[in-house]
């Protein structure tokens, strides 16, 4: 594999973003392959023209666009006029009748990513953000941490791309997961230790070899494609956001994304202002953010991951922080459940809507079934 080199292309017309800001002391920096403030260490985030986008897009020119996440590229941090698109995203929300009846919960919908494309993976849609922002700054080598998902989908869009590809995933990871990421014909380099260790090892490999790894030094821009989900959700409900969104918490990232989706719909005028609260949903075996918010603290205590629930295992989460002051300001709330009752979750979501998903969603189906419980038990 070749070393990549860093290089800057001509910035497009059509793109909205302005740079990276530092969301803990406000430091400005240039939309480069970047993730960590030099002067307070914080985390890098992609900043925008919303005046820009506010006048070019509408809900109509949204609607005449792909029918994949890039029908909201203006909300994206891409120069190409030519994204690199696989089909990902406009994934289906389904209205779940018979669990909301088995739950007794009035109206219940289910964001179903586990068809998203390629890969039945939400994380397609954070890797096709992350690769066409690393074409565009020159990698020819591509790579990730992963616990299974991101490798399958870095993977499968690096080949579509033409980049080449290396993965590090932890040697303990389900033979399926490791299968899925094969296919491709990838590099895998398997790792001993958990996530959290591998990702360690990622961080001084981006420095040594300068390769694009997407949830490192390209983090800031793979983290921006978890908005689209949020979009999507606003969009498929007639324009006009939810109350109320459970999700799975891994490192928080996807958690505030979609917040921060619906926060830029609201400021450009695409859709109305309204309380929605914000709920996650995390494994006992690995739940360092519910731990925090169940004991009211503003920082989050790593801990050692020990659960089935390996796609959502991050032990030291790089946005927990910033999922517990969401949940809290939106009074939401953050509960974690065992090992038995995810699987609970799994079999719930299939035998009542079809749709069977992996660890992460009977996860959150768990939490969902754990509340209702206690909101319908005699006062």
């Known amino acids: 594999m070749t070393q990549a080199t ?136 591509v790579s990730c941490a992963s616990t299974g998902n991101l490798a399958n989908s870095t993977a499968a869009i690096a080949a579509h791309a033409g980049l080449d590809c290396c993965v590090f995933i932890p040697s303990d990871l389900e033979a399926g997961k490791v299968l899925g990421t094969l296919i491709y014909s990838p590099t895998v380099m398997a790792v001993h230790g958990n996530y959290d260790q591998v990702n360690r090892l990622c961080s001084e490999v981006a420095n040594t070899h300068g390769w694009g790894f997407v949830n490192i030094n390209l983090r800031p821009y793979y983290s921006e494609g978890s908005k689209t989900l949020g979009y999507e959700v606003a969009e498929q409900l007639g324009w006009q956001l939810p109350d109320h969104i459970v999700a799975p918490l891994a490192s928080g990232s996807l958690f505030t994304k979609i917040y921060k989706g619906f926060q830029e719909f609201v400021k450009v005028g695409l859709v109305d202002e309204k309380p929605v609260r914000f709920s996650g949903a995390q494994a006992e075996g690995c739940s360092p953010i519910a731990k925090a918010f169940e004991e009211g603290r503003d920082f989050i205590q790593p801990v050692k991951p020990n659960t089935i629930a390996k796609s959502i295992a991050i032990g030291n989460p790089a946005d927990g922080v910033y999922a517990l002051d969401i949940a809290r300001k939106t009074n939401g709330n953050i509960e974690s459940v065992n090992d038995q009752e995810i699987i609970e979750g799994i079999k719930l979501l299939a035998e009542t809507e079809g749709i069977f998903t992996e660890t992460a969603g009977g996860t959150t189906i768990a939490v969902l079934k754990s509340w209702s419980k206690r909101a319908n038990q005699p006062r």
């Open 6 to 141: 860093e290089t800057h292309t001509s910035r497009s017309t059509a793109a909205t973003f302005t740079g990276l800001k530092c969301k803990e002391c406000g430091s400005e920096y240039e939309a480069k392959a970047i993730h960590v403030c030099e002067n307070c260490f914080g985390p890098l985030e992609v900043a925008y023209d919303y005046a820009q986008i506010r006048r070019t897009v509408t809900r109509e020119s949204i609607q005449a666009g792909p029918n994949s996440i890039w029908r909201y590229r203006s909300f994206l941090p891409v120069d190409s006029e030519s994204p690199i698109d696989v089909g990902t995203g406009m994934t289906p929300l389904l209205q779940a009748n018979r669990l909301a009846r088995r739950l007794g919960i009035k109206r219940l919908f289910i964001k179903n990513d586990a068809v998203n494309m390629p890969t039945l993976s939400f994380k397609d849609r954070v890797v096709s953000v992350a690769l066409t922002r690393a074409r565009e700054l020159g990698f020819s080598t």
